[in-house]
């Protein structure tokens, strides 16, 4: 018999192991069984367990070694067509956050919007688009200050695909008859932000009591008029003074959002130079565990029930292959390839945060423009580094299979993207998450068991999916 390799990592109170393979499979043992595996001393019950549960095999080709060949391929990403455009049809906007990423322009400024010959070679771009499906994102700025730009592309999509879906990432700010139909269509969702609480979301987003009470009563007015599910909304929470994980939750549950997308400050862009955005993950990682625990706590007494959406993908991305549809986490992470950006000058990103990097001149990530088409030798170069299964460190990480990379974090924070993996904020963030979820997975406490089984969309969560073995 032969056993794949192992990776292990001590758990969070140090009490056992957790083992992993490069296919995903894993359980918890203790450090004698590692120096039995070590030292190439299994015992036959060792053998039994391991080949039971697909970490051996008896010969190339048998049953037990294609299906962990098979698992291992289920947990690459393979990139579809492109089928998920974000368009910026301006910079402007009616609001100054303090934590804006990408240099917003004034509301009244000129030179930031899509000229006609823009948007003509939107169309052209998107017409060559060869899925019959595609998401359409609208940003900004905030782009419904030209919702007539929107209104195009969104008549032109629902005539050149066969399904299409829109979001507009809004502010909610001064919405008149024109910005109310648009969002009425049942095609069409809203993403907004609501920064914890009123004063927080003044403090960091309004400025004044009159923004943040037009904000709020539109808030309410989209949640009349649109169905549910239809608006998601997400916190921006600077560490050095956050809101109470309690004031966020109660604030979304009063609006009917239950899904929430915890999210710091970003370090990309101009928000860095108001905020502190850079070597805050210890702290990131401590105030969302206590959303976390809180969640927990409120799931559990039935009340309202939460989840936090990363965690969520996380935690489906261990038990699952193919959960690929989250461009922050994915392995490899082609750039380019489903997913692209056009800004308000036509020009090609491979994601937002390429955006932000460009337009704070820390380095030029576009990738070609919708006049002259997609500059696919630029994203090569990117893409030979779009995978963490030859890392040198990712090798040796249990949670290798459901991690990924994210080549521009690294470019914006270390100026590279060949420095020691265990360092980079990325890593440093998602070895807490994963430790987070296997501490809950392996949990005997009833809410957190509750909590797991339905962010996990199952109606009970079985002991076998979380194996132990002694």
Known sequence: MKVWPLKF?????????????????????????????????????????????????????????????????ARQAVPGDLGYVVLVPTLRCNLACSYCQVSRADEKSSGHDWTDQTLEAVFTFLSGISADTLKVEFQGGEPLLRVDLLDRVRTFCRQRFQKVEFVVCTNLQHLGPAEWEFINASDTFVSTSIDGN?????????????????????????????????????????????????????TYARYGIHSIYLRPINYQGFARKRHAAKNVVDRWNALYREFIDLMIEQNGRGEVFFEEFYLVH?????????????VDLRNPNFLGKDYIVIDYDGRFYPTDEARMMT????????????????????????????????????????????????????????????????????????????????????????????????????????????????
């Open 9 to 73: 990592r001590p758990t969070a109170d140090g009490s056992s192991l957790l083992f992993a393979d490069e296919a995903g499979g894993f359980f918890r043992s203790d450090s004698a069984f590692l120096e039995r595996y070590a030292y190439g001393r299994l015992s036959p019950y060792d053998a039994k367990f391991l080949f039971a549960n697909g970490h051996a095999f008896e010969q190339a080709g048998d049953l037990a070694h294609t299906a962990f060949a098979y698992r291992w391929a």
């Open 359 to 470: 337009r704070v001149g820390q380095i030029d990530l576009s990738v070609g423009d919708v006049f002259s088409g997609l500059d696919n030798a630029k994203l090569d170069v990117l893409n030979q580094h779009a995978s963490n299964t030859f890392d040198p460190d990712c090798i040796h990480c249990p949670y290798q299979a459901f991690c990924g990379v994210d080549l521009i974090d690294d470019i914006s924070r270390e100026g590279r993207i060949d420095g020691p993996r265990i360092h980079s904020d990325f890593c440093r963030r998602h070895t807490f998450l994963f430790d987070l979820v296997f501490e809950l997975l392996y949990s005997e406490d009833p809410k957190v068991r509750r909590s797991l089984a339905a962010w996990a969309g199952v109606p009970d969560l079985p002991r076998s999916i979380t194996p132990v073995h002694q």
């Open 314 to 326: 996380c935690l489906r991305r261990i038990l699952r292959s193919g959960i690929d549809n989250h």
């Open 198 to 250: 009123a004063v927080t979301h003044r403090m960091q987003r309004t400025e004044t009591e009159e923004k943040n009470d037009e904000f709020f009563s539109n808030l309410d007015e989209a949640v009349r008029r649109l169905a549910p599910g239809r608006i998601s909304a997400l916190p921006t929470i600077d560490v050095e003074n956050p809101p109470s994980p309690a004031s966020v939750l109660d």
